[in-house]
């Protein structure tokens, strides 16, 4: 005789709630959209390039000189704090119904990560206060005065390469709610994406003066990221409101 074999179901797919898919809906775009102004900024930065190896003197008189391009490119780094924010609120809602807990405490720690990110007085290409510098500087009327904004200058040009708490902060929300999202409802290749992404995030936040170019790695996978996330949540605000069974099914016994 043979004998007989326990039956192996296949868990329910995670179903997120549908009525949030309006909110799915606008993540979904901010996610898709986020990428154009980082785009759009590394294009300014092509059309006036600073000077290579500048100081702080240097700096403030490039900056003076292409005040307004560097004012929208500045704004343009600093956008997408607005866009990620509304993500993550999106992602929140929509893991709400795999991990309550987890869902609120990854949402929490990205949404505001992303919040301080707009507070912070640089924005790691640069700074709005270096317009301000650049137009007192340009009018001082004593070397001392010049040698004070160059000072100030050369403090903020130091911030955008040192390591920060906020920095570091982003990428482990990208992981924690990541690691959620492997838990059931988006594809498998979306969560995994993003565990990817936080976890060399971190790493890269945290040796960003040490990678130099090598830091682009990150920054890749991040716009990789975000996009992935955002056709996955446009997705969810779709007719039927869910991945494939094949995405997010998980085995139970």
Known sequence: MNAAHPKVRSAPAIVPDASWR????????????????????????????????AGAAETLEHVAAHKWLYGIE????????????????????AMWRVDKAAAAI????????????????????????????????????SDAQRDAYVTLAQQLIAENDMPGFVGVLTTVGILLISLVMTKGGVP?????????????????????????AGYAVYGTL???????????????????????PDDVARPAL
């Open 22 to 53: 309006d909110l799915y809906r606008i993540g979904g775009w901010c996610g898709i959209l986020i990428v154009v102004p980082y785009l759009a900024a590394m294009v300014a930065v092509a059309m006036t390039p600073p000077p290579a190896e």
């Open 74 to 93: 500045q704004v343009l780094w600093i956008a997408p704090g607005v866009l990620a924010m509304v993500v993550f609120l999106a992602l929140t809602a």
């Open 106 to 141: 990854a949402g929490t720690i990205g949404t505001t990560a992303w919040a301080l990110t707009l507070a912070l007085p640089t924005s790691g290409g640069g700074s709005l206060l270096l317009l301000d510098l650049a137009d007192r500087y340009q009018a001082a009327g």
């Open 188 to 212: 498998r290749w979306v969560a995994w994406l993003g565990v990817a992404t936080g976890a060399i995030g971190i790493v890269s936040e945290a040796l960003r003066p040490l990678l130099g």
């Open 222 to 244: 991040l716009l990789a990221w975000f996009l992935a996330v955002g056709v996955t949540l446009r997705r969810l605000a779709g007719p039927g409101g869910r991945p494939t």
